[in-house]
């Protein structure tokens, strides 16, 4: 068994505070016994206990749960290392201190016994509770984990159909009124998908993986709409590398599209932006049109920027924020904002 050499110092370090409290109390009921000989055995017997039964339970099949022995050996266990330790432990104090606790007539040698007893019994006690405590915790964190993963999962497939519902539709109308458009929007749609097939595999990919996917998106969407649409990305070589979910930032793009550029003749253009804030503590991405303004789909109740929201509140809880506000010239810029402390990179979970 592997064993965490960092945990086990913790675990001496505190018999080692543990050992120094006793022989305090026990000054407070025997003022004649010196602490510093009291000090000693105290030492020499709880750091015994503590070697023969933590580092002992490492020889032993343990629990998963627990990392100690069941059944008989989590009694044998401490039991036989209370004893040890308290043989060993006294030797090596009566050896220090040049006295006899074997030998002794006063009743320190009961007092002794009783005293490494409950002592010993209570740090067992301890250390099971907080290996189990540990273990319980673990498990929480990973499943926390998980349920984040799947519902980001979730997510992300209510919002795939919800683009392709959209682009079909689009498609089915270009059918019967250009053919050859219709034909170049497919060709297209077939490249999109596939380029997203291995992002939609992951939970997170680099916001460079991100916008080549908006350029995707928008070499299909300027097929349907043609010089109506024009745009632009923008992507800081520093920030290629931060991790985002899959399709974060599309949705704000379709809405753009939608309900900003194409209710006008002209059209528009849609400028996609990322930035550091806070002297590099935070991430913005930016999504600006010069279209229509933001409509009643776009008021913060719209399918894509709901999605977006909670995208953001799974991953970075408070600390993730969308606004949406409307440009005093005309169009609309919607701003997401997290935490760059996040934005280390996890391994994919591939299925």
Known sequence: ????????????????????????????????????????????????????????????????????????????????????????????????????????????????IAITLLAGTAGTYWFHTRGKSAWLAARMAEAHGQATEARLKLLETQLEPHMLFNTLANLRALIATDPARAQHMLDRLIAYLRATLAASRSIEHPLADEFARLADYLELMAVRMGPRLAYALDLPEALQAVPVPPLLLQPLVENAIRHG?????????????????????????????????????????????????????????????LELIAAPAGGTSVTVTFPLKNAHHRPDRRG
């Open 261 to 321: 550029l194409e209710p006008q003749v002209a059209g528009g253009r849609i400028e996609v932006r990322a930035r550091l804030l806070d002297g590099g503590a935070r991430v913005q991405l930016g999504v600006h049109d010069n279209g229509a303004g933001p409509g009643a789909a776009t008021a913060g109740t719209g399918f894509g920027l709901r999605q977006v929201r909670e995208r953001l509140a799974t991953l970075h809880g408070a600390d993730g924020t």
């Open 1 to 112: 068994m592997r064993i965490d050499w960092l945990e086990q110092l913790r675990h001496l370090l505190q018999t080692v505070a543990f050992c120094l409290v006793i022989p305090a109390i026990q000054y407070a009921f025997q003022p004649e016994r010196p602490y510093g000989i009291a000090l000693t055995y105290s030492l020499c017997i709880g750091v015994l206990c503590w070697a023969f039964i933590d580092l002992g339970r490492h020889l032993l099949t343990s629990s998963a749960e627990t990392g100690w022995p069941t059944g008989w050996r989590a009694v044998a266990l401490p039991a036989g290392g209370i004893v040890a330790g308290f043989a060993l432990g006294t030797l090596l104090g009566d050896w220090w201190t040049g006295l006899s606790t074997w030998g002794s007539g006063d009743g320190q040698l009961r007092i002794s």
